[in-house]
């Protein structure tokens, strides 16, 4: 089976950092996209970051700037690195799955295109 595992989460101060987690069994990241998402209370989930399996990365533009998506190959773990995070970043924080072509197109950030989810890590700023 695949699974996501996704940690690191937890409350920081404005323009604080956190660095969250994605350990993945039963698939190897440069198969595949892999999505960063995030849903605060109320709100639609929000493409965050993407990671195809090139290397290249995309990123939302409310986060452009602040947020750092890299991959550990040797451990299999995605990362997503956080800085300067604001109120606004909080929010359930997922990483998920895509074939390898969803990172190329204009449908990255939409969250049906992706198959396999982690159960998510909550971030608090305040």
């Known amino acids: 089976d695949v699974q996501l595992v996704e940690s690191g989460g937890g409350s920081v101060q404005v323009a604080g950092s956190l660095r969250l987690s994605c350990a993945a069994s039963g698939i190897t990241y440069g198969s595949y996209c892999m999505g960063w998402f995030r849903q605060a209370p109320g709100k639609e989930r929000e493409g965050v970051a993407t990671f195809d399996s090139d290397g290249d990365t995309s990123y939302g533009d409310s986060v452009k700037g602040r947020f750092t998506v890299s991959l550990d190959s040797a451990n299999n773990t995605l990362y997503l690195q956080m800085d300067n995070l604001r109120p606004e970043d909080t929010a359930m924080y997922y990483c998920?799955?895509?074939?390898?072509?969803?990172?190329?197109?204009?449908?990255?950030?939409?969250?049906?295109?992706?198959?396999?989810w982690g159960q998510g890590t909550q971030v608090t700023v305040s």
């Open positions: 998920a799955a895509a074939t390898t072509g969803v990172c190329m197109g204009d449908l990255r950030f939409q969250r049906n295109q992706y198959g396999v």
